[in-house]
């Protein structure tokens, strides 16, 4: 059989961890429309009769802003090291840019083989795509693209043949019934960091994290899960929190459905918000807040 590790790289929202998540059946990487969603390096892992293909999720290739940035680019860099296979994700309704291109080639001259997933394509007009995709060719990228798109589940077969075609003979990495290698109590703040996303605007949802201070199931069966959402200012608590705390009750109900529906059980959540200056910025709370190099 086959099987081997495939780093998953490309520009932020191209659409990576959507893609995993339809491949590997589960949820195991929070999805946004907003530009650096995935913070860490997220393991999932495919398990088929042909082999094992274990994707390594990364966060999405963004210009260096802050110090949070910085370390999500090194733990890009590090996660595309010593794998099998690069598999690029590129947007197609966006079009492929120079930096796409760049990014390839950079991968490619380190002679990984490569795939190209070109997806998004339930959004783009079909005409358009055997043009993007001969841009690859022309730019002297040998890899094999696949037009796909997670959304609509449309030619994930053949990128998944391809992919094992990639990668070398091999004796599985992870039992069969491993998805990821997060905890269910990483999941629960990523969770909760996905409907901030999707709720809050601009530099807000950025600026969070989440802290889980306890996660744990009672006799009842009932995940008792307190959790802190931290934020980088003043103001952005008071947006968080809303008028007479409705802001923050309309999110964590959202989240906590979400756990629900992620563990299989009743949950009873509580959240505080809490604000930690510029954090983004000083590796000293970052580090605190659980993103550091040890992670990466
Ligand atoms: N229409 C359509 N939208 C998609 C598809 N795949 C992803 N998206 C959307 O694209 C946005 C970004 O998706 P993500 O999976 O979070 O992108 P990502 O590459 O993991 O982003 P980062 O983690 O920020 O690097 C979300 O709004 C998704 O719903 C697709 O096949 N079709
Ligand atoms: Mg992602």
Redesign the pocket.
């Known amino acids: 059989m086959k099987s081997g590790y495939v780093a998953v790289i ?10 995993l998540n339809v491949l590997v059946g589960e949820k195991v ?10 913070r860490d390096r997220i393991l999932a892992v495919l398990t088929r009769e042909e082999g094992q293909i274990v994707f390594v ?1 990364t ?2 290739i963004y210009r260096k802003r802050n110090a949070l940035t910085e370390l999500m680019m090194r733990t890009t860099e590090t996660a595309a090291r010593d794998v099998d296979a690069v598999l690029f ?1 590129a947007d197609g ?1 966006e079009g492929l840019s120079e930096e796409d291109l760049a990014l390839m080639k950079k991968y490619c001259s380190l002679g990984i083989p490569a795939a190209v997933a070109f ?5 783009m007009p079909k005409e358009r795509i055997p043009a993007e995709v001969a841009k690859i060719a022309e730019a002297g990228i040998g890899a094999d693209v696949y037009p ?5 589940g449309k030619n994930l077969k053949a990128l998944l043949r391809g992919l094992f075609e990639l990668l070398p003979e091999g004796e599985k990495i992870f039992g069969e019934d491993v998805v990821s290698d997060r905890s269910e109590k990483f999941m629960v703040g990523e969770l909760m960091r996905e409907k901030i996303l999707l709720k809050f605007d601009k530099e807000i949802p950025h600026g969070v994290a989440v802290v889980v201070n306890r996660f744990r199931k009672n006799e009842n069966g009932v995940y008792e899960i307190d959790l802190d959402i931290v934020c980088e200012k003043k103001n952005h608590k008071a947006i968080l929190i809303g008028k007479q705390g409705q802001a923050l009750k309309e999110v964590a109900s959202f989240a906590r459905k979400d756990m629900e529906k992620f563990l299989g059980g009743k949950v009873f959540l509580t959240t505080y918000v809490k604000v930690r200056e510029d954090w983004r910025d000083k590796t000293g709370l970052m580090k605190e807040l659980g993103y550091s190099d040890d992670n990466a």
């Open positions: 490309g520009k932020a929202n191209a659409g990576k961890s959507t893609l990487a929070i999805v946004s429309p907003k530009p650096q969603t995935t999720d966060p999405g994700v309704h997806t998004k394509i339930d959004i796909v798109s997670a959304r609509r």
